[in-house]
C-alpha cells in the first residue's frame, strides 16, 4: 500500500459529510485526528475526499473510531479509498524504522 501511496497516517475519524458534486457519483469528506503519519506531512487533522459509498470504493467508518489509511494528492487535496484501509499495527510494521518518515503529535498515545 505504502508504494502507491503518497503517504499514510492513524488516525480518529472526527466527522464524515457529503459534499456536492457536479459527477455521477456522490463524494464525501471524511476528516481525521492525526495520531501518526508515514511518508506525508500532515497537520493535527486530515480532511480525506472520497466517493460516498462503498460499491464506489468510497470509504466508510464510524466517528470516533482509529483508522489507518494510505492517502494520495497535496496538502488540502488529499483522497482515499476502500483499497487504502489497514489496521494501525499492520500500517507501522510496514512502514517500519526509517523506511518512512514517523511523526506523533503532542497529546496522543500511540496505539
Same mark, same amino acid.
Given at each position: 500500500?505504502?508504494?502507491? +501511496?503518497?503517504? !499514510? ?10 459534499? $456536492? ?6 463524494? +464525501? ?7 501518526? &503519519? ?16 462503498? &460499491? ?11 483508522? !489507518? ?5 497535496? $496538502? ?11 489496521? $494501525?499495527?499492520?500500517?507501522? +510494521?510496514? !512502514?517500519?524504522?526509517?523506511? &518512512?518518515?514517523?511523526? +506523533?503529535? $503532542?497529546?496522543?498515545?500511540? &496505539?
Amino acid at each position: 500500500m505504502l508504494e502507491s +501511496s503518497d503517504g !499514510a497516517f492513524i488516525g480518529v475519524l472526527q466527522s464524515k459529510r457529503d459534499i $456536492p458534486d457536479p459527477g455521477l457519483i456522490g463524494r +464525501s469528506l471524511f476528516t481525521y485526528r492525526v495520531r501518526d &503519519a508515514f511518508g506525508a506531512r500532515l497537520g493535527e487533522t486530515v480532511k480525506i475526499r472520497t466517493a460516498d459509498n462503498s &460499491a464506489s470504493c468510497g470509504l466508510y467508518g464510524r466517528v470516533g473510531k482509529k483508522y !489507518a489509511l494510505g492517502i494520495y494528492g497535496k $496538502p488540502g487535496e488529499w483522497g482515499s479509498g476502500l483499497c487504502s484501509f489497514m489496521k $494501525p499495527k499492520a500500517l507501522r +510494521s510496514v !512502514a517500519g524504522e526509517g523506511k &518512512a518518515s514517523k511523526r +506523533s503529535h $503532542p497529546g496522543c498515545s500511540a &496505539a
